[in-house]
């Protein structure tokens, strides 16, 4: 059985996988019930680094989320490394993970097959929501978006669109021009800079 093999392995360093997504990610074993949290990409605390049981490592789904890089990994010891290489480098692994990346490719060029007029779809200033020199003021500086794009862009200045993430979008008042609510952005948490 697997699990009398996992028993006897020891491991002095832990497998560290890393979560390549944006947002918060969970994976729970249903066999064994355990369940390891991660913090979304680039998390300033780091806590997108979490130390996984290995009994992970043999369950299919979690195999697939590294072969498919929604999980990488971050450190773990020589002969697991080997055979994570081993696992996700087969054919079948990379074909799976080309497919996946097709498709992704393709929902983007279906979203920028939206034929936008561009003679109405001009610029529009916003002031950008990131974090400024003094405590509790924004940043401020001026952002251009489409105004096709404002629903679905933060405004953030080059300065601080690394922090796109943290964004969301709020709902706020109807736009009587439009008839559509106004979108407003905020922070989910404010990031220490
Ligand atoms: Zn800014």
């Given at each position: 059985m697997a699990t009398i093999i996992e028993d006897k392995i020891t491991i002095a360093q832990p497998v560290l996988i890393q979560n390549t997504l944006g947002g918060p990610t969970v994976f729970s074993n249903?066999?064994?019930g355990e369940q390891v949290n991660w913090a979304g990409a680039g998390d300033p605390d780091g806590l997108d680094v979490q130390s996984v049981p290995i009994s992970f490592l043999s369950d299919a789904s979690f195999q697939r989320n590294l072969s498919n890089g929604t999980f990488s990994v971050y450190a773990a010891p020589d002969e697991i490394l080997e055979a994570i290489d081993a696992l996700i480098s087969g054919p079948h692994a990379q074909r799976q993970a080309q497919s996946r990346r097709d498709q992704a490719q393709h929902s983007k060029d279906a979203l920028a097959a939206i034929i936008v007029d561009p003679t109405t779809d001009d610029l529009v200033a916003h002031s950008c929501i990131g974090p400024g020199t003094?405590?509790?003021?924004?940043?401020?500086t001026g952002v251009p978006i489409r105004r096709s794009e404002s629903d679905t862009?933060?405004?953030?200045?080059a300065k601080h669109k690394?922090?796109?993430?943290y964004c969301i979008p709020v709902e706020g008042d109807l736009d009587n021009s439009t008839g559509k609510a106004k979108i407003t952005w905020q922070f989910v948490n404010i990031p220490k800079e």
């Open positions: 249903p066999k064994s003094r405590a509790g003021a924004l940043c401020g862009t933060a405004p953030l200045c690394h922090l796109a993430r």
